[in-house]
Nanobody, 122 residues
Framework: QLVLVESGGGSVQAGGSLRLSCAAF????????MGWFRQAREKEREWVAS????????VYADSVKGRFTISQDNAKNTVYLQMNSLKPEDTAMYYC???????????????WGQGTQVTVSS
């Protein structure tokens, strides 16, 4: 079993930055891929980025490429999402998720955190 706990959300003005954290607790061999997703009000959940725990390789959605950076600290079992040049359309609940399998984008993840709200004002 794996428990994921996100933190770092908040409110920021457009153009600002935030860093989200996702700490993993439990059986660490349950996953080899961590991802970030977001869901804005009345919209479907959207995959944002993923990182492979083995070599740190990353993939991003086009909507955040060049602005967001996913990274990991394996010693702390923590994944980060650095968000720069934030836009109002980035406003959403952000979730981290984990799975064991390929790490090339969205799809099904087995473990989910509770989410952290990011609000970007214009």
């Amino acid at each position: 079993q794996l428990v994921l706990v996100e933190s770092g959300g908040g409110s920021v003005q457009a153009g600002g930055s935030l860093r989200l954290s996702c700490a993993a607790f439990g059986y660490m061999y349950s996953y080899n891929c961590m991802g970030w997703f977001r869901q804005a009000r009345e919209k479907e959940r959207e995959w944002v980025a993923s990182i492979y725990s083995g070599d740190g390789s990353t993939v991003y959605a086009d909507s955040v490429k060049g602005r967001f950076t996913i990274s990991q600290d394996n010693a702390k079992n923590t994944v980060y999402l650095q968000m720069n040049s934030l836009k109002p359309e980035d406003t959403a609940m952000y979730y981290c998720a984990a799975r064991f399998g390929n790490c090339n984008g969205g799809g099904t993840y087995n473990y989910w955190g509770q989410g952290t709200q990011v609000t970007v004002s214009s």
